[in-house]
């Protein structure tokens, strides 16, 4: 009889322990209101926000936003204007609010409790065309997940949903097009 409860105690141990898997940490797009999109369109700006959930708090890591631009198929800048580093701890991270807005020559970001721009030589508003990131996506270390691609040429842009693009997917893009410009948010471990 002991044996049996000491199986019966075992399993149900792992079911319980098997059934709470921890979330991953990702980020989804979130849409802005029709009146606030109506607003911002009124004013020239892009406006990107989005949720990052489930931060890990068992890793040291970094955030960093990205801001890279290509000119007849060669990189001309790649710079950080963003970043914010995480340590192990004990407590939980609460979900954070990431939020990019774009207008003319400036770039302004707000991650959690931290804001910072970037002046840019790039005019965002005369893009011919332009596409943000606007789904869910897991996010891991080592991970680059692109928020923004735009560009002035014939190519057209590949879809992001993922918010990733293959190495041979952002060639085409750029051999495409005689001006390309990328956001991205990179995870480094």
């Known amino acids: 009889m002991k044996k049996l409860i000491m199986v019966m105690t075992l399993m149900l141990t792992l079911i319980v322990t098997g059934c709470s898997k921890e979330e991953d940490f ?9 009146e606030q999109f109506e607003l ?34 060669k990189k001309v800048k790649e710079e950080s204007f963003l970043g914010i580093g995480y ?21 302004t970001s707000f991650l959690g409790g931290a804001s910072s721009y970037i002046d840019i030589d ?10 943000p990131f606007s789904g869910n996506t ?4 080592g991970d680059e997940i692109y928020l923004f691609q735009g560009s002035i040429g014939e190519y057209n842009l590949i879809n992001i949903s993922s918010g990733r693009l293959s190495k041979e997917e952002k060639n085409k893009i750029i051999k495409g097009n005689e001006l390309n410009v990328f956001i991205k948010l990179v995870c480094k471990g």
């Open 26 to 34: 990702q980020i989804e797009y979130q849409d802005l209101t029709k």
């Open 87 to 107: 340590e192990p701890m004990d407590e939980t991270l609460d979900d954070s609010t990431l939020a990019i807005n774009i207008q003319d020559k400036k770039i």
């Open 122 to 131: 790039e005019d965002i508003s005369k893009l011919s065309q332009y596409q």
């Open 40 to 73: 911002l369109t009124l004013t020239g700006n892009r406006v990107f926000k989005y949720n990052l959930k489930n931060l890990p708090n068992d890793k040291k890591y970094r955030l960093e936003l990205v801001y890279e631009v290509y000119k007849n198929n």
């Open 138 to 141: 897991e996010i891991k270390l």
